[in-house]
C-alpha cells in the first residue's frame, strides 16, 4: 500500500531532523528533544566538558585549540560549549574566522592578529552593543597606520612614498574597506605583512590594548559576569586549492609552531581557537588539541568486539530524531531489545554523525510503505558505500595497514602526507577514536573491499606508499 498523506508529512518532517549539514542549537526550539548526549557515558571523555572546565580552572585568562573531522559535529559541540558557559555566568563572544580570512590562501600572524582584534571588537559590538571607546578597531588600526607611515618616514631617508606603510594608507585613504580586503585581496595582504614583518610585537601590544580596552568596557556594562571567553570559529577550515593546499598547509604550520600560544594569547580572556586536526601530526609538539572523536562502536581488539555505550548512544540518537512513535511507525515492531533494522544502519555508520544521518535520510527517501522494507534499508547503505569506490589500490595499502595496526601509518610529518592522511580522515575512510588513547580505523563499509584488493595485489615493500595524494580519494556527501 502507497504511503497516506499522513505517513509522508511525518517522513517529511524526520527528514528534516536528520539534516547532516545542520548543526544543533541550544535555542532550537526541538533541540532538548533531538539532542544526544553522546559522550555522557563511563570510559568516554566530554570535550565541551573537558574545555569547560578547562576555564573555569583557569581563572582570568587562557587559551585552547579546538577541532573536528568534517561531519564530526563540531559546531553542535562548540555552541553546546556556550550555553554551559553562558548558564554559568561568562560573557561568551562568538566569531567565524571566514567572515576575516580567506579558507583558501596562506595565513599570517600580523594578519591573523589583526582579524583577531577586528572580530573580537565586532563581536562585542553585534553581540552586547558595546563599542571601546567609540571606536571599532578597524577604525583603530586604520589611525595605527597613518602614525606608523609618519613615523617611518621621519626616521629614515626613504621618501614616504617608498615606505609600504604609505601604500596601505594610500589605498585605505581611497576607499577599501580593511575588513574586507584582508580577507579578498592577495596583494593587499602581502603588503600589510611587508610592513608589519619587524614590528610583530609592536602590533601584539597594540592588539593586546584594544582587547584590554574591550574588557574594561565589558566588566562596567555587565557587573556579575564570571569571566570572557572568546570562540573563534572555522579557522580549521583554512585549507587552500589544489594549486596551493601545500603552501598553505605549512602557512598554519608556521603560525602555530612559531606563535602558539604566547602570541595568540588575549589578555583577560579565554580564548579558544578551531583548527585543523592535522596539526597533531604535522606538528606533535604544539599544545594538545581537544579533537572531537567518532562514537566508539567496537574496542580497539582484534575482532572489533561491540562497545555497547557507544552503540546505545547512537541508537538513542536515532530515536530522538524520529521521535519514538516516528522511530516505531519507520522501522516497525521488534521483540529484540533493538530494532534490527535500526541496528543495520548503525553497525554500517561507523560511529560517526554525518554517515549515520546520511543512510537515514536515504532510506526515507526510498521509503515506499511503512514499516520499511528491509531491502530500502539495504540500498541506502549501498548508497552510502558508493561514496567511497572505487578505492586506488595504493590507497588500499595505506588503509589496510591502518586497519591492522590501528595507528595513522603516517611515514612522516610532511605536507604531502599530511595532506592525504586528512583527506582519508575528511572523507572518513580513516575513524579517529579515543578512550584515554587516541587510535583509528577504516570505516566498515570498505574493509571488506580493501581486504578484497590486498588479496587480489602484492603489497609493495615499506609500510605506506609514498604516491601522491589520490584523486581516488572522492569526496563524500
Excluded at 565586532?122 to 613615523?151: C, H, P
Aim: aromatic letters at 10%; charged letters at 25%.
Amino acid at each position: 500500500m502507497p504511503l497516506s498523506g499522513e505517513e509522508r508529512l511525518l517522513l517529511k518532517t524526520i527528514y528534516n531532523r536528520l539534516d547532516e549539514n545542520k548543526p544543533l542549537k541550544p535555542e532550537d526550539p526541538d533541540y532538548h528533544e533531538i539532542y544526544q548526549p553522546v559522550y555522557d557515558h563511563p570510559g568516554c571523555d566530554d570535550p565541551v566538558e573537558l574545555m569547560q572546565t578547562r576555564i573555569d580552572f583557569s581563572n582570568i585568562e587562557s587559551v585552547q585549540l579546538f577541532s573536528g573531522f568534517r561531519g564530526s559535529g563540531k559546531t553542535t559541540e562548540l555552541y553546546r560549549l556556550k550555553k554551559r558557559l553562558e548558564d554559568e555566568g561568562y560573557i561568551v563572544l562568538y566569531a567565524d574566522a571566514l567572515e576575516y580570512v580567506s579558507q583558501s590562501e596562506e595565513v599570517d600572524i600580523s594578519n591573523l592578529l589583526i582579524v583577531l582584534a577586528g572580530a573580537f571588537g565586532d563581536a562585542m559590538k553585534e553581540q552586547l552593543k558595546i563599542d571601546v571607546t567609540g571606536e571599532n578597531y578597524w577604525t583603530r588600526f586604520t589611525n595605527y597606520l597613518t602614525r606608523t607611515t609618519v613615523s617611518v618616514s621621519e626616521a629614515t631617508v626613504k621618501a614616504e612614498g617608498d615606505s609600504p606603510f604609505k601604500e596601505l594608507i594610500g589605498g585605505l585613504k581611497a576607499g577599501i574597506d580593511l575588513k574586507a580586503s584582508l580577507k579578498t585581496s592577495p596583494s593587499f595582504r602581502q603588503t600589510m605583512e611587508k610592513a608589519l614583518a619587524n614590528r610583530i610585537g609592536e602590533l601584539k601590544d597594540h592588539v593586546d590594548k584594544f582587547i584590554e580596552d574591550g574588557v574594561k568596557a565589558i566588566r562596567e556594562k555587565v557587573k556579575d559576569q564570571k569571566g570572557i571567553v572568546f570562540l573563534f570559529d572555522s579557522l580549521e577550515q583554512v585549507r587552500g586549492t589544489r594549486l596551493n593546499e601545500q603552501s598553505v598547509i605549512r602557512s598554519v604550520e608556521r603560525l602555530f609552531a612559531d606563535y602558539f600560544p604566547k602570541m595568540l594569547r588575549l589578555p583577560y580572556v579565554h580564548a579558544i581557537y578551531t583548527v585543523p586536526p592535522w596539526l597533531q601530526f604535522s606538528n606533535p609538539n604544539i599544545t594538545k588539541i581537544v579533537i572531537i572523536p567518532c562514537v566508539r562502536q567496537w574496542h580497539n581488539d582484534d575482532g572489533r568486539s561491540e562497545y555497547r555505550d557507544g552503540c546505545n548512544a547512537l541508537y538513542s540518537l536515532v530515536m530522538r530524531r524520529f521521535g519514538e512513535a516516528g522511530f516505531k511507525r519507520f522501522f516497525g515492531e521488534s521483540a529484540e531489545p533493538q530494532n534490527p533494522l535500526a541496528r543495520r544502519v548503525l553497525d554500517h555508520c561507523g560511529g560517526h554523525f554525518r554517515d549515520l544521518l546520511y543512510m537515514l535520510r536515504e532510506a526515507l527517501l526510498r521509503a515506499k510503505s511503512l514499516p520499511v522494507l528491509p531491502e530500502v534499508i539495504e540500498t541506502a547503505i549501498a548508497e552510502m558505500r558508493g561514496h567511497f569506490l572505487p578505492i586506488a589500490v595504493e590507497d588500499a595499502r595505506w588503509l589496510h595497514q591502518i586497519a591492522n595496526h590501528r595507528s595513522a601509518a603516517l611515514p612522516d610529518s610532511g605536507a604531502e602526507s599530511v595532506n592525504r592522511l586528512t583527506k582519508f580522515l575528511d572523507t572518513h575512510f580513516v575513524l579517529y577514536f579515543k578512550n584515554g588513547d587516541e587510535w583509528y580505523d577504516i570505516h566498515p563499509l570498505i574493509r571488506e573491499e580493501v581486504a578484497e584488493i590486498i588479496k587480489n595485489h602484492t603489497p609493495s615493500p615499506g609500510l605506506v606508499p609514498v604516491a601522491p595524494p589520490s584523486s581516488a580519494v572522492p569526496v563524500t556527501q
